[in-house]
């Protein structure tokens, strides 16, 4: 599938390729990278800046800079399949893509190859727990599940991606034990 | 832009079956019928030349109700896709487009993996048929591209 880029006209639509081809988002993730690290930010959300980026740390109600242990166990209690939608997002963002909530299309994220600005998003997302987590998210458990699913996304011109995320018998809530988690990426397609 | 000059035979019984037979290679396969499978001529020989801009045969001389079936008419002619062009025999039909695996439940990952084990290569669609409605989805595995 080729990028359908945004603009109100195929000028700006050439504009927005060429501005997004220029500025790929591996360089502006690292930008950010080095801005934060710089000045030593701290803030309350974003797993992926803390753990995978190592340029945020996250602050306890009152207590200081909490380790990725900490963090993981916290998390955990407040979603159990957070580590899954953890890794199942690092996976997307490792590979560049632009991760954004994908709930009003009835699903967990929506990619964008390039900025979001320029581009429309290409896939619609859904985590999926695999091994012994398996269907512990609720999501495609019936065939009704699937045709809802593949229908909504194709009405607005996305494809179902699934990335089924296998724990592999870790019950570690440390981030650490994502190392052995594999994701198994399928498209859905009618 | 048009290529060699292709023929298909067809006939008016019941076999279904359709030839391929290039006219160029005609002597060719006259001298030489004992190393080749033996070729039966009809008598209702339709004729095409080879489209390049519609990367498909114009059929321009048809005869045989085949043809009341077969083909893709663009622009008030009709053409033979390369598929319909090479020979196709019921006994020998060669790899088949998908296998198609009827379910009533929504299989799970680990059962299509098994189903697609299975196929031996050949892709593997799962039929959902329900009060006359018919779907066939495709669970293919992907690998998401890493991005500049």
């Known amino acids: 599938m080729a990028p359908r880029w945004k603009g109100k006209d195929a000028k700006a639509k050439k504009d927005a390729e060429a501005e997004a081809l220029k500025e790929p988002m591996s360089k502006m993730v690292s930008q950010l990278q080095s801005s934060l690290v710089q000045f030593d930010t701290r803030g309350f959300l974003s797993g992926n800046l803390c753990y995978s980026l190592k340029c945020l740390k996250i602050n306890g109600s009152d207590t200081g800079p909490q380790n990725d242990q900490e963090l993981g166990h916290y998390m955990k209690s407040k979603k159990e399949t957070f580590l899954c939608f953890y890794k199942a997002h690092s996976l997307l963002k490792m590979k560049n893509w632009v991760v954004r909530p994908g709930a009003q299309y009835g699903a967990d994220f929506v990619v964008h190859r390039y900025h979001p600005s320029r581009v429309h998003s290409e896939y619609g997302v859904l985590v999926l727990s695999d091994g012994d987590d398996k269907d512990l998210n609720g999501r495609l458990r019936v065939w009704s599940d699937v045709h809802c699913t593949t229908r909504l996304l194709g009405s607005v011109t996305k494809i179902l991606l699934v990335l089924y995320v296998n724990k592999n018998d870790n019950n570690n809530e440390s981030p650490l034990c994502l190392a052995n988690y594999t994701v198994e990426e399928r498209t859905i397609t009618r | ?148």
């Not at chain 2, 990367?55 to 598929?83: A, D, F, L, P, Q």
């Not at chain 2, 799970?108 to 196929?119: D, M, P, V, Y």
């Open chain 2, 1 to 148: 832009m048009e290529g060699k000059a292709r023929g298909c035979s067809s006939s008016e019984d019941s076999d279904d079956e359709v030839y391929l037979q290039n006219a160029s290679d005609e002597d060719e396969l006259g001298s030489s019928s004992g190393s080749m499978p033996k070729l039966q001529f009809r008598n209702m020989k339709s004729k095409g030349c080879w489209n390049e801009e519609m990367g498909m045969g114009e059929v321009i001389e048809k005869n045989g109700k085949m043809w009341v079936t077969t083909g893709i008419v663009r622009s008030g002619k009709i053409y033979s896709s390369i598929e319909e062009t090479f020979r196709f025999r019921k006994s020998s039909p060669g790899d088949p487009s998908f296998l198609l695996y009827l379910s009533r439940g929504h299989p799970s990952r680990a059962e299509i993996e098994a189903l697609e084990r299975q196929c031996g290569g050949i892709p593997l669609k799962i039929c959902l048929a329900t009060e006359g409605r018919v779907s066939f989805f495709s669970f293919d595995k992907v690998e998401l591209p890493v991005l500049p």
